[in-house]
């Protein structure tokens, strides 16, 4: 079970606007910058968004991302086929059992 | 143009040990943390090791730590993971990826197969 919680599944059609969430706690999200990467088919990860909300040079202004509390989440704006991917999210965690990177447990995104 | 290339995977035996290596290019390596993150078939991506430029600090995955070495040669722009007391569960594609403080994953590597069966 991953420490930082995303649903397994998102869908939308094109067009729509789409939001993956990602759930940690006062050790992770509550207290450091998330990263988001987009994983298409066969394909590494790439980075999508770094503290927070800001975008690598190239990733489009459809991606954007936010933090609350100890919860971040993901919005993908006009939807496109091509954005039929798995999404992460990772954060640096300050746990008493010793500092650690940790990831969400993955969100598959179907665009119908 | 930055580039990460992995190597080293293969089949290995239970018990066994395996080197993979990391040759990074288009940048200053020694300015920047290193990681090796893993997927399972199927599975999500796990962090299993890093280590800051220095190679000063270096922090494991509770499922490697005792079994897994991370190390980075800065003269020669490598950074490398040897794998040892391997268990099925660890067979998997590692990936290598940069880091710059909190921001993990600029780049990627395109990963390297580890298969651990008898």
């Known amino acids: 079970q991953s420490v930082l919680t995303q649903p397994p599944s998102a869908s939308g059609t094109p067009g729509q606007r789409v939001t993956i969430s990602c759930s940690g706690s006062?050790?992770?999200?509550?207290?450091?910058?998330v990263n988001w990467y987009q994983q298409l088919p066969g394909a590494a990860p790439k980075l999508l968004i770094y503290r927070n909300d800001r975008r690598p040079s190239g990733v489009p202004d459809r991606f954007s991302g936010s933090k609350s509390g100890t919860s971040a989440s993901l919005a993908i704006g006009g939807l496109q086929s091509e954005d039929e991917a798995d999404y992460y999210c990772a954060v640096w965690d300050d746990s008493l059992n010793g500092p650690k990177w940790v990831f969400g447990g993955g969100t598959k995104l179907t665009v119908l | 143009e930055v580039q990460l290339v992995e190597s080293g995977g293969g089949l290995v035996q239970p018990g066994g040990s395996l080197r993979l290596s990391c040759a990074a290019s288009g940048f200053t390596f020694s300015r920047y943390d290193m990681n090796w993150v893993r997927q399972a078939p199927g599975k999500g991506l796990e962090w299993v090791a890093s280590?800051?430029?220095?190679?000063?600090?270096?922090y494991y995955a509770d499922s490697v730590k005792g079994r897994f070495a991370i190390s980075r040669d800065n003269a020669r722009n490598s950074l490398n993971l040897q794998l040892s007391s391997l268990r099925a569960e660890d067979s998997a594609l590692y990936y290598c990826a940069r880091s710059w403080g909190l921001d993990l994953g600029d780049y990627w590597g395109q990963g390297t197969l580890v298969t651990v069966s008898s």
């Open positions: 006062s050790s992770n999200i509550g207290f450091n910058t």
């Open positions: 280590i800051t430029g220095s190679g000063t600090n270096i």
